[in-house]
């Protein structure tokens, strides 16, 4: 695809990410855009993949075109107009954090439920293999351990988003109805649940106090309100949620290999949960 010019000071600038950064068109209020910092090839890959999602019925805002300011390379979508991330929103009323964590478990149950075409998507285990490749931080030893356990991860043909966590969920309410969409499926896959749930509690309780006030707009504790509420919601109230606990740590450690991807440098803080259980 060829990327279409445009001139950025059609756009105001409205978040940033560890990828790029999102903007909003000034006059036309069905339109934003997220603009790529590095690896512009990526952003070609996202469209293709966030077409293909958008088709099979995933709520996502519908996908646009691949742009260009001459510089770097992005997507514009059809913009939700009024939009709140779940991170937002618990951030803006931290007294709501447990309605909005349970609304958030429900949303990503149907994500999980919802069968895939396998010829079209790719598994989270291969996608997982080649990060595991290219990191050049971890020791063979550990990479093949690494390895091993991500082949004996369960198999499903199931939905991932592959980034899940509050600030990829978003909602919309008009009317008195409100409307729940998945943003940021680049990384979309299918496989095992859990490869998606390791990055919800990597975000709810792996992370030091001023990155979850910066990033998630609230405080660790009401991160960790959110991680609790969500577990109860999705797993059920019988379920064993100490259990539950140590298996998602793992996944969350796992999830480190994405983190490093993005960031390319190593996060200890999230390796710690692979130390005594995967290797």
Known sequence: MEPKLINLDDYVRTGEGAN????NHKTDPTVMMKLYFRNFEAAEKELELAQKVYKIGIPTPEPGDLVTDGKQVGIRFRRMEGKRSYSRACGDEPERTEEYAREFAQLCKKLHATHVDTTMFESVKDRFY????????????QKQKIHDFIAAAPDADTALHGDLQFGNGIFVEKDGVRKQYFIDLGDFSYGYYMFDLGMVYLCCCLNDEQWTMEVNHMSNATARRFWDAFAREYFGPDADLEQIEKEVKIYAGIKTLMVERDTHCPMPQFRAMLEGTVY
């Not at 790029?20 to 903007?23: C, Q, V």
């Open 20 to 23: 790029g950064a999102s903007y």
């Open 130 to 141: 080649k990060m595991l490749e290219d990191n050049p931080d971890f020791t063979p030893e």
